[in-house]
């Protein structure tokens, strides 16, 4: 019996958000309504011992997402851990200090 996307009739297509262009490259393929993005590097160790790839996912990507669904018009839903705001002082401005 089918699980997850298989049974809800969807398929899944690998993409490598890390991977410059391909952000950017799957919105414009698809041309979706919305775009919920969630994906990110939050575990410190993994931040500091890959800190070009930590960066290329959470800076680099998050950009080239935001950039892909303006052009294209569609609907962008991004969502931080508490990696970057603690959660005692939301709701959070564009310009809030990072904390922790």
Known sequence: RPSGAAAAGCELVACDLAEEG???????????????????EWRPDVLRRQPGRSR????????????????????????SS???????????????VANP
């Open 22 to 40: 391909e952000a950017s490259r799957q919105v414009e393929d698809f041309q979706p309504y919305a775009v919920l993005h969630l994906a990110g």
């Open 56 to 79: 290329r996912l959470n800076v680099d990507a998050a950009g080239s997402i935001a950039a892909a669904c303006q052009r294209s018009g569609v609907w962008l839903i991004f969502v």
């Open 82 to 96: 508490d990696g970057v705001f603690d959660g005692r002082a939301a709701p959070y401005a564009v310009d809030a």
